[in-house]
């Protein structure tokens, strides 16, 4: 069942003759509950389309529809309930607020909903559970290692519990062990049915997808 559906998507940057075409006519379906690799080498447009996957960045034309829903098509407000409701992030420099606990980290998404702050305490409890680090839930960023803080960044990106996890360059900076204990915690989540779609620049990778794309020059180059 497609739960993503990418139509004609162009995106173009600059202006009057210094344009340059970061993506081309991108096609592309992706089944809920898929693992999925976008791969290329640098500036291929990967990361851009998984922006605009994301709902971060507009296509410069097409369409974008997620769950029958046109995501482009909302406005502003609208749109930030969305990705709100439907879509979690994990980044390679983890992002995480260097004041605040590893469960204050987890807590911020749920900042802006209008659940108690017990509940929200208890929610964010759980997923650093099933990250492996609830023990670790009152120690700042610098008091964890690179490993585990990208386990709380993940444990951000589901605590809301959104149907799309996307992941941009999450092992880059991680040795082979600690990449190796990420790509295994993603396999988990999604046997438990997150769909997640992961840039990445590394064919070892693929080993834990369950399909990849390669980008070369803004165009979809091989579909395996």
């Known amino acids: 069942m497609s739960l993503i559906k990418v139509c004609e998507v162009n995106k173009s940057y600059g202006v009057g003759d210094k344009i340059v075409e970061a993506l081309s006519n991108i096609n592309l379906e992706i089944n809920q509950g898929e693992f999925l690799a976008l791969m290329g080498p640098s500036g291929s447009g990967k990361s851009t389309l998984l922006s605009i996957i994301g709902g971060l960045t507009p296509p410069t034309s097409g369409t974008l529809q997620i769950d029958d829903i046109d995501v482009y098509a909302l406005d502003s407000e609208r749109l930030a309930d969305f990705r709100h409701e439907y879509v979690g992030f994990v980044f390679q420099q983890y992002q995480l607020i260097p004041y605040l606990t590893a469960l204050e980290n987890v807590m911020l998404p749920l900042a802006i909903t209008s659940r108690p702050g017990k509940e929200q305490r208890e929610m964010a409890l759980t997923v650093l559970d099933k990250v492996g680090l609830r023990s670790k839930s009152l120690r700042l960023p610098n008091q964890l290692s690179g490993g585990e803080q990208n386990r709380v960044a993940i444990a951000r990106a589901i605590v809301n519990r959104p149907a799309i996890i996307f992941a941009d360059e999450?092992?880059?900076?991680?040795?082979?062990?600690?990449?190796?204990?990420?790509?295994?915690?993603?396999?988990?989540?999604?046997?438990?049915?997150?769909?997640?779609?992961?840039?990445?620049?590394?064919?070892?990778?693929?080993?834990?997808?369950?399909?990849?794309?390669?980008?070369?020059?803004?165009?979809?180059?091989?579909?395996?």
Do not use: C
Not at 198 to 217: G, Q, S
């Open 170 to 224: 999450p092992t880059g900076s991680l040795d082979s062990k600690t990449a190796k204990e990420l790509l295994e915690l993603f396999q988990t989540l999604n046997k438990d049915g997150l769909t997640i779609i992961m840039v990445t620049h590394n064919e070892e990778n693929l080993a834990w997808v369950n399909r990849a794309i390669y980008i070369r020059d803004g165009v979809l180059a091989q579909i395996p």
